[in-house]
C-alpha cells in the first residue's frame, strides 16, 4: 500500500521560511517521480514542484526562485524548503508520487497534507 506522511507546515510570517518533508512507503522510491501540490483556501489544486528519479526538478513559475525540491533515497523522504514565503503561499500542501513530475494526473497518489499559513 502506498503512503506518503507529509509534516513540518505551520504558522510563519511573510518573508519566513519553512521545510516540508515527506516519508513514503509502499512503493520503489529511488525509481519514482514525486511532486508537491498546494490547495488554498476556496481554490483547486496546483502543482507546485517535481523531482525526477534521475533529480531533475522542476518548479511552477509562481514559486520559482524561492521554493526548492530534493530527495533523499536513502530515508524514502523528498522535501520542500520554502523561502521568502508570501501571503498567497497559504495553502494545504500535498506530497504525492507520480507517473512524470510535472502536473497532476488522475491516478497520482497523495499523503494526507499539512498546513501552511503565512500571516503577519
Known amino acids: 500500500e502506498v503512503q506518503l506522511v507529509e509534516s513540518g507546515g505551520g504558522l510563519v510570517q511573510p518573508g519566513g521560511s519553512l521545510r516540508l518533508s515527506c516519508t513514503a512507503s509502499?512503493?520503489?522510491?529511488?525509481?519514482?517521480?514525486l511532486i508537491w501540490a498546494r490547495q488554498a483556501p476556496g481554490k483547486g489544486l496546483e502543482w507546485v514542484s517535481g523531482i525526477y528519479f534521475d533529480y531533475t526538478t522542476y518548479y511552477a513559475d509562481s514559486i520559482k526562485g524561492r521554493f526548492t525540491i530534493s530527495r533523499n533515497n536513502a530515508e524514502n523522504t523528498v522535501y520542500l524548503e520554502m523561502n521568502n514565503l508570501k501571503t498567497d503561499d497559504t495553502a494545504v500542501y500535498y506530497c504525492?508520487?507520480?507517473?512524470?513530475?510535472?502536473?497532476?494526473?488522475?491516478?497520482?497518489?497523495w499523503g494526507q497534507g499539512t498546513q501552511v499559513t503565512v500571516s503577519s
Open positions: 504525492g508520487m507520480s507517473e512524470t513530475p510535472v502536473g497532476i494526473k488522475e491516478d497520482d497518489y
Open positions: 509502499g512503493f520503489t522510491f529511488s525509481s519514482s517521480s
